[in-house]
């Protein structure tokens, strides 16, 4: 069945960086849009970043446009979410998600029918 798996979540001082990974099973990439979202205590889930099947256009969130890149190794069926620079308001659980889409990205959380289990990203010193 269809798995997404995150990792490489963890505790890291502002300024600091960390690459986030999700390893998808249970299907390919080709055919999908790979998203990461993030929701913090008190807060709902917000879309950080995405990157479309089709031509691996890539979309940021205003808030960590330049600091965060997504990338994709489709030979590993992998995706992931490097994180540079980081703030203490990025602290939240974040979670890969899967959408069946050939072109783009949905707007809508709502539209990613798979999800992982989450990665707890804690920024402070």
């Known amino acids: 069945q269809v798995q997404l798996v995150e990792s490489g979540g963890g505790l890291v001082q502002p300024g600091g960086s960390l690459r986030l990974s999700c390893a998808a099973s249970g299907f390919t990439l080709d055919g999908y849009a790979i998203g990461w979202f993030r929701q913090a205590p008190g807060k709902e889930r917000e879309g950080v970043s995405c990157?479309?099947?089709?031509?691996?256009?890539?979309y940021y969130a205003y808030s960590v446009k330049g600091r965060f890149t997504i990338s994709r190794d489709k030979t590993q069926n992998m995706v992931y979410l490097q994180m540079d620079s980081l703030k203490p308001e990025d602290t939240a659980v974040y979670y890969c998600a899967a959408v069946s889409a050939i072109f783009g990205c949905p707007s809508l959380t709502s539209a990613f029918g798979y999800w992982g289990q989450g990665a707890q990203v804690t920024v402070s010193s």
């Open positions: 990157i479309s099947s089709s031509d691996g256009a890539t």
